[in-house]
């Protein structure tokens, strides 16, 4: 196990990465601005149980085949990008009107696996964590894929705290603007833009 000063400092560097713009929290300030807070937390539960699926390929040794397998790399690529174009089509046709009507439309559930699919789909955070988490690990402090596990539920929690923070925010901030259905028609193609754009980040993106 890493010894409690390097988990700490691990925990603040990992805050830090997580309030950085990326694919994942603009996703959950996006989908909670549109569906609400509760769905905006299940979002971030599905980014963080992708997470888990990128520490254990870590702490396996998995995610070194798909760092060196250019075909790997692609298919994941290219599946995340597919992804992210769906939601893209489902965010320019979203119908407008009350928050209500709009978070039936979008079950928890579904918004939960929304968030396993855009975080297990895209093969940047698997070779991040391949790059970044064993940097912070001490072979004198016993077995490595444990001290893996460790940093990566560390990383998870700091992931859990900063996504859900801005689950509230972009929740409450999005509720202001449900009360117009010109803001939501603004919102909900602004969402539908910045998911392509992500889609096309995604799909040239290199190892």
């Given at each position: 196990?890493?010894?409690?000063?390097?988990?700490?400092?691990?925990?603040?560097?990992?805050?830090?990465?997580?309030?950085?713009?990326?694919?994942?929290?603009?996703?959950?300030?996006?989908?909670?601005?549109?569906?609400?807070?509760?769905?905006?937390?299940?979002?971030?539960?599905?980014?963080?149980?992708?997470?888990?699926?990128h520490t254990a390929a870590v702490a396996l040794g998995l995610a070194a085949l798909v760092a060196a397998s250019e075909t790997a790399f692609t298919v994941l690529k290219l599946?995340?990008?597919?992804?992210?174009?769906?939601?893209?089509?489902?965010?320019?046709?979203?119908?407008?009107?009350?928050?209500?009507?709009?978070?039936?439309?979008?079950?928890?559930?579904?918004?939960?696996?929304?968030?396993?699919?855009?975080?297990?789909?895209?093969?940047?955070?698997?070779?991040?964590?391949?790059?970044?988490?064993?940097?912070?690990?001490?072979?004198?402090?016993?077995?490595?894929?444990?001290?893996?596990?460790?940093?990566?539920?560390?990383?998870?929690?700091?992931?859990?705290?900063?996504?859900?923070?801005?689950?509230?925010?972009?929740?409450?901030?999005?509720?202001?603007?449900?009360?117009?259905?010109?803001?939501?028609?603004?919102?909900?193609?602004?969402?539908?833009?910045?998911?392509?754009?992500?889609?096309?980040?995604?799909?040239?993106?290199?190892?």
């Amino acid at each position: 196990m890493p010894t409690p000063d390097t988990l700490l400092a691990f925990f603040g560097i990992a805050v830090l990465l997580c309030l950085s713009p990326g694919p994942d929290n603009v996703f959950v300030l996006f989908q909670s601005a549109l569906n609400g807070r509760a769905a905006g937390f299940a979002v971030v539960l599905g980014l963080c149980t992708g997470l888990l699926g990128h520490t254990a390929a870590v702490a396996l040794g998995l995610a070194a085949l798909v760092a060196a397998s250019e075909t790997a790399f692609t298919v994941l690529k290219l599946a995340g990008a597919a992804y992210l174009v769906w939601l893209a089509w489902q965010a320019f046709r979203a119908p407008v009107g009350p928050l209500s009507a709009q978070a039936e439309a979008a079950p928890l559930g579904r918004m939960y696996l929304r968030g396993v699919v855009m975080n297990l789909t895209n093969p940047k955070v698997t070779i991040f964590f391949l790059a970044f988490l064993p940097q912070f690990v001490d072979r004198a402090r016993g077995e490595t894929g444990v001290q893996v596990l460790w940093l990566g539920a560390v990383f998870i929690v700091a992931t859990l705290l900063t996504f859900g923070a801005i689950a509230v925010f972009a929740a409450t901030f999005g509720r202001v603007l449900q009360r117009s259905e010109r803001a939501q028609r603004v919102l909900n193609w602004g969402a539908g833009t910045v998911f392509l754009g992500l889609a096309a980040r995604l799909a040239f993106a290199q190892r």
